[in-house]
């Protein structure tokens, strides 16, 4: 599966921003999807993760209540919700999609698209 992903910008702390991510292919229900960022000077690290079929989802604690995940299989394309940003959200996100909804290793990336979270 090929991932795009899109909706990146710069926006004020406390706005929200949708993130999409379109796969490419008749497979894409058979992945579980996730959502890593990169902050400048800083790993790479967890954000969200669903399952194929959007049953389950897991959080990194720093987004919990905040970010929301999502997909619609139909249309072959995973989103992430992202309310209340904070100037620490800023950072280059990417979407990732393994066949093992608990994989630490992704097997699928997408290229990143940058969010801006400014003061």
């Known amino acids: 599966v090929q991932l795009q992903a899109s909706g990146g910008g710069l926006v004020q702390a406390g706005d929200s921003l949708r993130l999409s991510c379109a796969g490419s292919?008749?497979?894409?229900?058979?992945?579980?999807m996730g959502w890593f960022r990169q902050a400048p000077g800083k790993e790479r690290e967890f954000v969200a993760v669903?399952?194929?079929?959007?049953?389950?989802?897991r959080y990194a604690d720093s987004v919990k209540g905040r970010f929301t995940i999502s997909r619609v299989n139909a249309k072959n394309t995973m989103y992430l919700q992202m309310n209340s940003l904070k100037l620490e959200d800023t950072a280059v996100y990417y979407c990732?999609?393994?066949?093992?909804?608990?994989?630490?290793?992704?097997?699928?990336w997408g290229q990143g698209t940058l969010v801006t979270v400014s003061s």
């Open positions: 669903i399952s194929q079929y959007g049953s389950s989802t």
């Open positions: 990732a999609a393994d066949l093992n909804y608990s994989s630490d290793e992704y097997s699928h």
């Open positions: 292919g008749r497979t894409f229900s058979s992945y579980a």
